[in-house]
């Protein structure tokens, strides 16, 4: 493996198999699927978060029960404002006749708190073992750059996250070693690139795009992962592939920095 070698090709494989994705059934079951799940505003979003940090998808506790899922007894609601609608008697031909007359607290549950059936998912958790030991190689890269790894047991779906202010990464101890790989990899590029940012999903676009080139340059396949998560937090095909290529530049560059620490002569400078 060559440091200087920003794998192109690896990039086109990750374009490529996001624009299969994105024209497959898979994907267009998982859309309809989403399209069940309400969009929270902005004040709703800082809501949930201040209340379950790590909350991944929320839904009332009807919503849960029409998707066969049923909120577990004892666990606590998270508050979050709705709108009361009511019928306008003074509205005129062509115009609404809803008016938004306040709003009120309503109770939504994470997806963490809940049991059932299955969700549809396109992004499914790695399997297999780590051999060769990349794990530990990666945790060199975090110490390069001033950041401990922690081992978590994360609630819901959270794979790993990663704290600039407390230069720490963590990373859920019950995955797969190969799936701890992949997310070893997408929290450093978090720590390489994104101290600050605008844009979560072109963040995320980033992060994971640089997992993909590393993980397949290492020999481990993210692909049933990273396609989805890269389609999932871009919106669709098209703006996922026009999302990397903006970002092409930026997602070589941090996934040769990590992969950098896989050349003869770091190992022989880290024994």
């Known amino acids: ?21 994105t024209s497959s059934e898979e994907w267009q079951h998982y859309l309809d699927f989403q399209s069940r799940f309400h969009r929270y505003s902005f004040g709703n979003v800082l809501l949930i978060a201040a209340q379950c940090h790590e ?3 929320v839904a009332g506790f009807n919503a849960w029960r029409k998707l066969n899922r049923f909120v577990r007894k004892g666990e606590k609601a998270i508050w979050i404002l709705a ?18 007359r306040g709003f009120k607290f309503v109770p939504v549950f994470d997806l963490a708190q809940t049991d059932g059936e299955e969700l549809p998912s396109i ?4 399997d297999g073992d780590d051999p060769a030991g ?28 990663c704290s600039h202010a407390e230069h720490r990464i963590r990373v859920e101890t019950t995955n797969s070693p190969a799936q701890r790989v992949k997310t070893l ?31 397949q340059a290492l020999g481990i396949d993210s692909s049933d992962y990273s396609f989805g998560y890269v389609a999932t937090w871009a919106g669709d095909g098209d703006q996922a592939i026009a999302g990397i290529k903006a970002s092409g530049e930026r997602i070589q560059k941090s996934a040769a920095t990590i992969l950098r620490a896989f050349e003869p002569a770091a190992s022989e400078e880290a024994a």
């Open 123 to 126: 992004c499914n958790r790695l």
């Open 55 to 57: 909350a991944s998808r």
């Open 185 to 215: 990899a997408h929290e450093l590029a978090h720590a390489l690139l994104h101290e600050t940012f605008d844009n979560r999903a072109l963040a995320e676009l980033e992060a994971e795009s640089t997992a993909y080139v590393v993980c």
């Open 134 to 161: 990349h794990y530990a190689q990666l945790l060199t890269v975090a110490q390069s750059i001033g950041f401990s790894v922690e081992d978590h047991e994360f609630a819901g779906s959270t794979n790993g996250d």
């Open 1 to 21: 493996m060559t440091a200087n070698n920003n794998h192109p090709e690896l990039i086109a494989q990750l374009t490529e198999g996001i624009s299969n994705l």
């Open 83 to 100: 709108p009361m609608i009511y019928k306008n008697a003074d509205a005129g031909d062509g115009e609404d006749d809803r008016v938004i």
